[in-house]
T-cell receptor, first 112, second 116 residues
Framework: GQNIDQPTEMTATEGAIVQINCTYQ??????LFWYQQHAGEAPTFLSY????GLEEKGRFSSFLSRSKGYSYLLLKELQMKDSASYLC?????????????FGTGTQLKVEL | DAGITQSPRYKITETGRQVTLMCHQT?????MFWYRQDLGHGLRLIYY???????DKGEVPDGYVVSRSKTENFPLTLESATRSQTSVYFC???????????????FGPGTRLTVL
């Protein structure tokens, strides 16, 4: 099975940089996803890592270390609209290799 | 392009009643998933389907039934609703089960279910 840990809440200032960490233990690894979820809305895809290293996509970057079971999501130039929950999810190797196990999410609050 | 839709968006029912939540996707994605989201638990997989007529249990399947007679539809039925099934239910779909970046799961808008 899989176990995923991420902080429950974080607060940051508009314009700043914030790093949201995710650690996982898994019996089979086939990629790690980050999703953003605004209150009352569906999760939306942000990033995907399957190999070690950094993936950059505009203001958002995601890093993966498979040997350490560790990932982080880096948000730069924070905006008020970035206030949301950020979900870390690990894809396993059973069920056709497409089942996701989600962490409980990190609620990010961006303040002025 | 409607994408993935769920109905109803809100539902209030009583303990013991049967409830069916609908999910429809227009992408012809092979995989479809049902999750429930509760405070403190995050998203938990209830059932998933790799193709029409192929379904399998997820992490929390008890009390739920699914079917998939057509690729585009994946209804979730609560046979006898209980208060513990009060939750937000999300349907999702993805293109395939291959080890490929395009297998991102895309989520529907959710159904907020309250069981009294």
């Amino acid at each position: 099975g899989q176990n995923i840990d991420q902080p429950t809440e974080m607060t940051a200032t508009e314009g700043a940089i914030v790093q949201i960490n995710c650690t996982y233990q898994t019996s089979g690894f086939n990629g790690l996803f980050w999703y953003q979820q605004h209150a009352g809305e569906a999760p939306t895809f942000l990033s995907y890592n399957v190999l070690d290293g950094l993936e950059e996509k505009g203001r958002f970057s995601s890093f993966l270390s498979r040997s350490k079971g560790y990932s982080y999501l880096l948000l730069k130039e924070l905006q008020m609209k970035d206030s949301a929950s950020y979900l870390c999810a690990v894809r396993g190797i059973t069920g056709g290799g497409n089942k996701l196990t989600f962490g409980t999410g990190t609620q990010l609050k961006v303040e002025l | 392009d409607a994408g993935i839709t769920q109905s109803p968006r809100y539902k209030i029912t009583e303990t013991g009643r049967q409830v069916t939540l609908m999910c429809h996707q227009t992408w012809s994605h092979s995989y479809m998933f049902w999750y429930r989201q509760d405070l403190g638990h995050g998203l938990r997989l209830i059932y998933y389907s790799a193709a029409a007529d192929i379904t399998d249990k997820g992490e929390v399947p008890d009390g739920y039934v699914v079917s998939r007679s057509k690729t585009e539809n994946f209804p979730l039925t609560l046979e006898s609703a209980t208060r513990s099934q009060t939750s937000v239910y999300f349907c999702a779909s993805s293109e395939s089960g291959l080890r490929d970046h395009t297998d991102t799961q895309y989520f529907g808008p959710g159904t907020r279910l309250t069981v009294l």
